[in-house]
């Protein structure tokens, strides 16, 4: 008589809940725009939601402690003159957020601590570089300041942030649409996926496909992949008879997958949210109401089904939060941020435990906001693996950091004095960087914005005193 032996695993029991309805977001126009992002970007300080919007593309951040009706005069980003396609925030900056737009730009934005009084029209950055709409957009893990994006021009722009330049365009590797891009853990590798239905894994600052799939799933639908914390890849798909798939690959060994399983007929596009610290892919289909989640392991089968959270609502979109911004003290392993047509809805994934102490097991060192490498220095070619940090104690937010965006000189060409130096534009001494002139004019133009602001102090506070004169 045999025994049936139970896979030793401590996420077989992870369960989702959605938070109690005083803990949603009510009153949110959702964007309608058909396009297949996530439409929502998260992060420990504040959620970011693409919603609708008249003459243009506007997105509504909110700080996470912000729950209940949201107020529909609440003020918007809004600067771009087409609908907004995706968002993120950066990871080394909680206060910095990029959009991609209908309109061939990207936008990177600067978003106070405080709840701003009007709409943010300004953004910091308008990098501008795409002949078609931008559809994704994505930072380096490990590198200050480095985004990448990718337009209907099928063509993969990386940026410097802090400088507003192109530092790589890859523009000759996709010869249709591009549908999804993810970096490696370390930023060193891209995976695409792309309408002509290949999987490639590309080495952008050779400007190589290092390797490539042809078809790693037979329908029409189009294809996502992201890289798992050991390097192979996981990819969502359809297969011929338009059913759902969900496989695992060595990029060593394009040639058969690792794992492949089937799970249902539906037209949505499973949008794969990978957890490298439990090694836990949650898939989410738009228009679906369930996430799946699966546990990736060295055995096989090597990727197991661990259960599905099911709700009554489909959902439109959905945000995930980084793993510094759950609650250890509850055993939160993942928090989505579901979206309706009118709402978000936070969805809290746990691991039962009877301790109240730290639970060292689910919680290893996980990547921290602050960058491994310069944008210079990742491009000159080293890598380097993110910051970790400990949730031991929670993780505390830092205090708003400003964005400082340098634009080189493009007439002065002259090859800077001196052996090169890794540090940033922003780092090196004053004296490398201004001549005595332009600190005199930096010094004096500041003390007039200093001036400005005193000025339109007192107007504020003459306008206050003559409300509660009013009210007297």
Known sequence: MSRRVVRRSKFRHVFGQAAKADQSYEDIRVSKVTWDSSFCAVNPKFLAIIVEAGGGGAFIVLPLAKTGRVDKNYPLVTGHTAPVLDIDWCPHNDNVIASASDDTTVMVWQIPDYTPMRNITEPILTLEGHSKRVGILCWHPTARNVLLSAGGDNVILIWNVGTGEVLLSLDDMHPDVIHSVCWNSNGSLLATTCKDKNLRIIDPRKGQVVAERARPHEGARPLRAVFTADGKLLSTGFSRMSERQVALWDPNNFEEPVALQEMDTSNGVLLPFYDPDSSIVYLCGKGDSSIRYFEITDEPPFVHYLNTFSSKEPQRGMGFMPKRGLDVSK?????????????????????????????????????????????????????????????????????????????????????????????????????????????????????????????????LENMLCELVDGTD
Not at 350 to 358: A, G, H, I, N, W
Not at 397 to 424: C, F, M, W, Y
Request: a negative charge; charged letters at 30%; proline letters at 10%.
């Open 331 to 459: 055993c939160e392993i993942a928090r989505f941020y579901k979206l309706h047509e009118r709402k978000c809805e936070p969805i809290i994934m746990t691991v039962p435990r009877k301790s109240d102490l730290f639970q060292d097991d689910l919680y290893p060192d996980t990547p921290g906001p602050e960058p491994a490498l310069e944008a210079d220095e990742w491009l000159s070619g080293q890598d380097a693996e993110p910051v970790l940090i400990s949730l031991r104690d929670g993780y505390v937010p830092p205090k708003h950091r400003e964005l400082r965006v340098t634009k080189r000189n493009i007439l002065d060409v002259r090859p800077p004095a001196g052996p090169r130096r890794s540090q940033s534009a922003s780092d090196a001494p004053l004296s490398q960087q201004h001549t005595l002139e332009t600190l005199l004019e930096e010094i004096k133009a500041l003390r007039e914005q200093v001036q400005a602001q005193e000025q339109r102090i007192t107007a």
